[in-house]
C-alpha cells in the first residue's frame, strides 16, 4: 500500500476515487465494440472541455510531453520556421522538439516570471513566415498564465498554425480552442483533468488536419503520426497500437466529473481557491513570484524568503505533514515553490492545510510567520 | 461498470485482480522518495524478466509500439542501414520506422506463418554492412516463433547490433536477453507479463549504450530519448517527463507476480496450456496455421475452415460466450483465427473454455465438429 500524499505539487494532482475505482475496471479488448463506445464517449467529452467541435479530439497514448511531440512533428516538416514562446521549462522544450523535426526554430523569449510579449511575438511572425506559432498557455515551471487573444488572428494572417500548450490551464482555466481559432491545442491528464499521468489528450483543427494530410512526407513518429492514429479513433477503427484501456476508462470518468461539474464552475473553483492560497500567503508576509494579472490559479508560485533552504521544508512538507509541494526548476531552482492547487485538489481545505503547514515547516526553519489562515477565510467567507 | 470479457485474443491479456487493485492505489508524485524506490524494484524485477543484468532496464512511457520506436530511433542516424526480418505485421512496422528515421531498410522477406531463414539473413547482413539487426521473437500477427540463436554472433561479427521485439514472448516464452547477445530487446505489458497495455519494457546493452552515447546527432524523438529518460531512471533522477505512476504500480505487481511463480515454471505453464489447446484443435478437425516446431505457446493461429465466415464466429464467441479471440491481419484476413493463451489468461481451464465455445459457435454456423475437450484433457492429465 502506498503511503497517502496530499499532492499539491506540479502535477500529478489528487485523483478521486471514482477515478480510481474506473482504473481496475475489467479489461476489454482495444476493438471491443464496448471499448469502442467508450472511446465514443471520450472523444465527445474531451470536444466538451476543449470548448471545441473539433473532430479529431482524441487522447494520445504517451503524458503531456507525448501530446507537445505529436503537435509539433505532425505540423512541422524538414526547413519550415516555426517561431516559439519561451518564458520557461516547457517553450525550451517545445524549440528542441522544433530541432529534431528538421525545422527552424525562431525563439521569443521572456524572462521566466512574465508572459511574452505580444508585439514581439508579431515581429517573429511577420519576418520568419513560420509554418507554425507555438506557445505554452499555462507555464508550469512559473506559474505564467500567457494570454492567448490575438495570437490565432497573427498566425493565420501569415499563413501559420496556432499550436496551444494547456497542459496546466485545460480544466483549470478557460481555453476555448474553437473560440481562440487553437490549431492544435493538447494537455495531460495529470493536472486540472484530476486523473492519473499519461495520456495527453489533443484536438486538431480541419485546417490542422489538412496541413498534415498535404505533408510532402512522412511524419518523422510513426507512434505519434495522427494520420494513422485518426483511422483507429474514426469510422476506420483500423488498428494502430493497442490503446491504453484502463487509462481510457480513468480519462473517461475524470471528464464525466467535469461534465458533472461543469466548466465555469469549475474554472471559478479554481480561481477562488486560488485567491484563498494567495491571500493567505501575503498574510503571512510572503510573495507570490508571479505578478497580480498573469497569475496560472492551478499553479501558485511563491518567492522562497531570504535564507530559507527551500528544499529542506519541502522535505518536512512531505514527511511530517504529507504534503508534496514542487521547487523551481533551471534559473529558479532554489528561489520559489511550486504549489498546485489544480482537478480534485484545488479545495478550500487543501489551501488551508498547506498555508498552515508552511507555516509550521518554516517556523521549524527558524522563521516565524503570522498563519494566513483567517486570511484565506476571508476569501471563502467575505 | 464494464462487461466482463475473457481476453484471449492477440491481447490485451486477462489481468490479475492484484494487478487490478494496484492500479487503484493512491498516486505518489513522480519525484516522490516512495515512488523513485518503487522505480528501483521495476528496474530489478525488469532485469529478472528479461534475464539480463543491463543497466538501462525500463518501462518506456508508451504501448510496445513505443518501445519498437525507441528502439530504432535510438540506434540509427539517418543514412546507416538496419537489416529487418520481415513475416507479419510487426516486421512491417519496423521497415515503416527505420525509414521514418531517415536510415536505409534491408528487407529480409519470409511467408507470413513461417519463420525466417537464418542464412538470407546472413547474407544480407554481409552485403549491407547495418547498423542494426531488427526481427520480431515472437510475431504477434501470425504466431511463429523465430529462433534467436546465431543471430547475435552474426550481428556483432559485422558491427551490427542485435534488435529484438520480445512484445508476445517475454514472460511467456524464454527470451534470455544477455544468454543471447541481444542488445536491445523490447515487450509489452499487455501480453505475457499481464498487466494493463500502456507500458513497453525495453532494456539496452552497454554496447546499445555506447553507440547512444556517441550519436552525431539528437535522437530525432524527444519523447523517446532514452539518452535523457536513463536520467531519470537513473542515479540523478533528472525530471524528464512525468512517469504514468499508476501504471507503474500495475506493472511492479505483475512482475512481482512473475517473480512469485518462477520464469520456468511459467513458460512451463504457457507451454503446456499451448499443447492442451492444440491437442484440442486438432481432436476437432481443425488446423493449426503455423507448422509444429514454429509455434508460438502464447499466441495460437488456427486456420478457419473452408466455408465458415470468420468474423461471425468471432461475434458468436464475444456476445454469447464471453470470450475474445483476434482475426487475421492484412494478407491472413479471414483465413486465421488468433487465440492468445497470455500470462494469467494462460490456464487450463481458459483453454477448456474456448475449445468448447469454439464448437459451439462452429455447430452454429453448420459446422459439427467433435469436442476437443477431452484431447486436451490428456495433455494435463496424461
Given at each position: 500500500m502506498t503511503t497517502n500524499r496530499l499532492l499539491l505539487g506540479p502535477g500529478p494532482s489528487p485523483v478521486d476515487q471514482r477515478v480510481l475505482r474506473a482504473l481496475s475496471e475489467p479489461l476489454l479488448g482495444h476493438l471491443d465494440p464496448e471499448f469502442l463506445r467508450i472511446m465514443d464517449e471520450i472523444q465527445e467529452l474531451l470536444r466538451y472541455v476543449f470548448e471545441t467541435r473539433n473532430r479529431l479530439t482524441i487522447p494520445i497514448s504517451g503524458t503531456g510531453s507525448a501530446g507537445m511531440e505529436a503537435s509539433l512533428v505532425n505540423l512541422l516538416e524538414p526547413g519550415d520556421a516555426a517561431v516559439v514562446g519561451i518564458a520557461g521549462v516547457f517553450g525550451e522544450r517545445m524549440v528542441d522538439?522544433?530541432?529534431?523535426?528538421?525545422?527552424?526554430?525562431?525563439?521569443?523569449?521572456?524572462?521566466?516570471g512574465r508572459p511574452i510579449d505580444l508585439s514581439l511575438i508579431e515581429e517573429a511572425v511577420a519576418n520568419s513566415h513560420p509554418a507554425v506559432l507555438a506557445i505554452v498557455h499555462a507555464e508550469t515551471s512559473t506559474g505564467v498564465l500567457q494570454e492567448l487573444e490575438g495570437l490565432a488572428d497573427l498566425a493565420h494572417r501569415h499563413g501559420?498554425?496556432?499550436?496551444?500548450?494547456?497542459?496546466?490551464?485545460l480544466g483549470g482555466?478557460?481555453?476555448g480552442v474553437d473560440a481562440m481559432g487553437i490549431?492544435?491545442?493538447?494537455?495531460?491528464?495529470?493536472?486540472?483533468?484530476g486523473c492519473p499521468p499519461g495520456l495527453s489528450p489533443i484536438t486538431f483543427s480541419d485546417r490542422a488536419m489538412e496541413r498534415i494530410h498535404a505533408?510532402?512526407?512522412k511524419v518523422q513518429s510513426w507512434y505519434l503520426d495522427v494520420s494513422m492514429v485518426e483511422k483507429y479513433w474514426g469510422a476506420d477503427r483500423t488498428y494502430h497500437h493497442t490503446a491504453p484501456v484502463s487509462m481510457n476508462y480513468a480519462l473517461r470518468e475524470a471528464l464525466r466529473m467535469i461534465r458533472e461539474e461543469g466548466l465555469e464552475p469549475r474554472w471559478k473553483r479554481h480561481e477562488r481557491n486560488?485567491?484563498?492560497?494567495?491571500?493567505?500567503?501575503?498574510?503571512?508576509g510572503l510573495e507570490m513570484f508571479v505578478s497580480r494579472k498573469n497569475r496560472l490559479w492551478s499553479l501558485?508560485?511563491?518567492?522562497?524568503p531570504e535564507g530559507i533552504d527551500e528544499a529542506r521544508v519541502r522535505v518536512r512538507l512531505l514527511e511530517r505533514h504529507g504534503i508534496e509541494i514542487?521547487?523551481?526548476?533551471?534559473?529558479?531552482?532554489g528561489k520559489i515553490w511550486r504549489v498546485g492547487l489544480m482537478g480534485s485538489g484545488s479545495t478550500r481545505e487543501n489551501v488551508l492545510l498547506v498555508l498552515e503547514a508552511l507555516r509550521e515547516s518554516l517556523e521549524f526553519e527558524g522563521k516565524v510567520c503570522p498563519s494566513g489562515v483567517s486570511a484565506a477565510e476571508r476569501v471563502y467567507f467575505p
Open positions: 522538439i522544433v530541432e529534431r523535426s528538421g525545422a527552424k526554430p525562431v525563439a521569443v523569449r521572456a524572462d521566466w501559420a498554425l496556432l499550436v496551444v500548450d494547456a497542459v496546466t490551464s482555466h478557460p481555453v490549431d492544435v491545442c493538447y494537455s495531460g491528464t495529470q493536472k486540472c483533468l505533408r510532402k512526407q486560488h485567491r484563498g492560497f494567495v491571500a493567505g500567503i501575503e498574510a503571512m501558485n508560485s511563491v518567492r522562497v514542487g521547487g523551481g526548476l533551471g534559473p529558479l531552482k
